[in-house]
């Protein structure tokens, strides 16, 4: 174990300070401050270089399923090393992304046995929109290539993918990007009377009305030039939208109708962050083609995955048609070895029945902040839950910008994580406090994050 005391903790800090380049971060916020350290993790929880112990509330980026430390996971990482340390999936195979393609594909639902391996979920988006694109060419609708996808979804950063992303912050600096995206309204529904315009919508009619907002986008688009539609089972970004009952329902039936493949990208949601193995099994859909990664090895190697129903393999199947498209370390020898360690894990240990039997007391424990002024909503589902914060709990009225920056950025992030907590608090789209943490947890650790955002939360309100 990597100790502080074993860590020349001046030179690390330093280092970080003048060389590291912090993916999504201000750096002006760590200019005169040191940069939050990381050094060790043991179960739920994490370690900083000063040997201060936090409760990682997020499990790293909604990816350490099995908890930290678990030595199984890095012994099968060495032991695979040791006898095929690389080898590429180009033209050529090797035994353990055989054995993992062949073990996710019995887990899947439907039909999705193609397992096209990546090493992460913004290349998994990006690979689906090329078959999608390259399927439709072949099989002679060759018009066929927008992608549809809801406001406020976050889908990857290459030009592809965060082309799909709904996030318009993130897009500007780096566009023109890949041109066929369409956005269509996303499934918050606590926000369901503004985005509709019509008041009192019940969760089903909500539901019903969003899917439709899908087929008047098809119908506008001219259905002969959309190919796909991407959505999350559960939207991250705004802050953890489950579907409304019977929305994936009628999303099915509209993408089949206008033969349009619908994608799942369950970068967060497989791998038991809802309590299933993939995230549509929760909502009973099955997709045409699902995205996945980080709880794949529960992050202990880097791994992703595009699974694709037969049908969208067929045209490969026979003549000269390739897909020309791949990645250095996709399905890499260690990182299957990894996943494998991980679903071994995951069956030994019940983490699917473990989240499913825990969901209702992590809700109820969340739920217990209602009580506060500054708590709007608590919503999600299984071990992923959004809690949005308002100005006014009767009207929903939501934080200015300049509040929303003093309130998010200037205060909660550090405070939550100086109280022990490592979390996110995020404002893209409306205030939210994200939880996500490892699959081992239970009621003791949802009742240490209860304690500690209520503490943090009621001095926010008191500094507004």
Not at 53 to 58: E, F, S, V
Not at 264 to 285: H, N, P
Request: aromatic share 10%; glycine share 10%; hydrophobic share 40%.
């Amino acid at each position: 174990m990597n100790h502080p005391e074993n860590t020349d903790v001046a030179s690390v800090m330093k280092a970080a300070q003048d060389n590291l380049w912090l993916h999504f971060t201000r750096h002006s916020a760590h200019e005169g401050a040191e940069v939050p350290m990381i050094v060790r993790g043991e179960g739920a929880y994490i370690y900083d270089v000063h040997g201060k112990r936090y409760l990682d509330g997020l499990a790293g980026l909604f990816v350490v399923q099995a908890g930290h430390g678990r030595s199984e996971l890095a012994e099968a990482a060495a032991k695979q090393a040791q006898e095929l340390a690389f080898f590429p999936l180009w033209s050529y195979a090797h035994p353990k992304a055989a054995e993992l393609a062949r073990r996710l594909a019995e887990q899947t639902p439907g039909d999705l046995n193609r397992v096209f391996f990546t090493t992460g979920g913004g290349e998994a988006v990006e690979t689906a929109w090329k078959l999608a694109k390259q399927y439709f060419k072949i099989t002679g609708r060759p018009l066929k290539h927008k992608v549809i996808s809801r406001q406020i979804a976050y889908h990857g950063t290459p030009q592809g993918a965060l082309s799909i992303t709904g996030i318009p912050a993130f897009k500007q600096m780096f566009e023109p990007l890949v041109p066929g995206s369409v956005r269509v309204p996303n499934t918050n529904h606590y926000r369901a009377d503004e985005i509709t315009g019509v008041p009192g919508m019940t969760p089903e009619q909500y539901g019903y009305w969003a899917a439709e907002r899908v087929a008047r986008a098809i119908e506008m688009e001219g259905p002969d030039t959309v190919a796909a539609v991407f959505v999350e089972p559960v939207q991250n970004a705004g802050g953890c939208f489950p579907p409304p009952p019977g929305y994936f329902r009628r999303l099915r039936e509209i993408c089949d109708q206008y033969d349009v493949l619908l994608v799942s990208d369950e970068v967060i949601c497989a791998f038991g962050r809802l309590g299933t193995m993939f995230g549509g099994q929760k909502f009973d859909y099955v997709p045409d083609i699902i995205t996945c990664a980080k709880g794949m090895t529960s992050g202990y190697s880097p791994i992703g995955a595009m699974i694709a129903s037969e049908r969208l393999f067929e045209p490969f199947k026979n003549g000269t048609e390739m897909f020309a498209h791949g990645y250095t370390f996709g399905g890499h020898p260690v990182s299957s070895a990894v996943a494998l360690a991980n679903l071994d894990l995951f069956e030994r240990e019940d983490l699917l029945g473990h989240v499913t039997r825990n969901e209702p007391v992590f809700r109820a424990t969340l739920e217990r902040l209602l009580d506060l002024p500054i708590v709007g909503d608590v919503r999600g589902s299984g071990y992923f839950w959004g809690i949005e914060l308002v100005k006014d709990r009767a009207t929903k009225e939501t934080f200015s910008l300049e509040e929303s920056e003093r309130l998010i950025r200037g205060f909660l992030s550090s405070a939550l994580y100086e109280a022990g907590l490592y979390c996110r608090a995020d404002d893209r789209g409306d205030p939210v406090i994200q939880l996500a943490p490892p699959l081992i947890c239970g009621p003791r650790e949802f009742d240490e994050i209860e304690s500690i955002l209520r503490s943090v939360l009621t001095e926010a309100w008191n500094r507004l």
